[in-house]
């Protein structure tokens, strides 16, 4: 299986700030590389598929880039409802796995 | 709207069996594969398996950790979604969500890469295995 390790496993920042987090695959996964939101008692919310394809309806503080085995989430200016749990998801071959998530938290 | 909605958690002893449900509208149920993740309490998420669709075999995957327990069936008729748990444990314990899986592909370098990823999921259904 491959395995995905994110880091950092959470951070605090303030509104306005612009942080960036990582996903590391265990081995290259050619941009097989999706971003999911969480928040505690809502659905999961895809937010990038294939590494950097923004989806519809996500706004364009987020985005992502990487390749081979290291990807990076962006969200840039920070806003009040992008505090949550981001997980990244390879899908370059089954089982999919996921990173161990990372919490965003406010300072 | 696109919806999916899960049903059938609760409390169930070690060793019980349940089944849960997922139903789904607001788009063609048949036109797609559908997959079930967990989160148990504390965790991150994982990927339990996965359905295909019948244009492409209507087979099913599973994680190694419920291979054998756990078993994926849809219903195109019902547009809907099933998890039936067998001899479930404690760390079994956790919510449940169906999600709805799309792909494409891109020609590069040669040869075509498949892209895949959950694009709708469900708000789950929490399942407590206790005594």
């Known amino acids: 299986d491959i395995q995905m390790t994110q880091s950092p496993s959470a951070l605090s920042a303030s509104v306005g700030d612009s942080v960036s987090f990582t996903c590391r695959a265990s081995q290259s996964i050619s941009n097989c590389l999706n971003w999911y939101q969480l928040k505690p008692g809502k659905a999961p919310k895809l937010l990038l598929s294939n590494a950097a394809t923004l989806q519809s309806g996500v706004p364009s503080r987020f985005s992502g880039s990487g390749s081979g085995t290291d990807y990076t989430l962006t969200i840039s200016s920070l806003q009040p409802e992008d505090f949550a749990t981001y997980y990244c998801q390879q899908s370059y071959y089954t089982p999919w796995t996921f990173g161990q998530g990372t919490k965003v938290e406010i300072k | 709207e696109v919806q999916l909605v899960e049903s059938g958690g609760g409390l169930v002893q070690p060793g019980g069996s349940l089944r849960l449900s997922c139903a789904a509208s607001?788009?063609?149920?048949?036109?797609?594969?559908m997959d079930w993740v967990r989160q148990a309490p504390g965790k991150g998420l994982e990927w339990l398996g996965r359905t295909r669709n019948k244009p492409n075999s209507d087979t099913t995957e599973y994680a190694a950790s419920v291979k054998g327990r756990f078993t994926i069936s849809r219903d195109d008729s019902k547009n809907s979604l099933y998890l039936q748990m067998n001899g479930l444990k404690t760390e079994d314990t956790a919510v449940y969500y169906c999600a709805r899986e799309k792909s494409y592909s891109q020609y590069s370098s040669g040869w075509y890469v498949y892209y895949y990823y959950m694009d709708v999921w469900g708000k789950g259904t929490t399942v407590t295995v206790s005594s």
């Open positions: 607001g788009f063609t149920f048949s036109d797609h594969y």
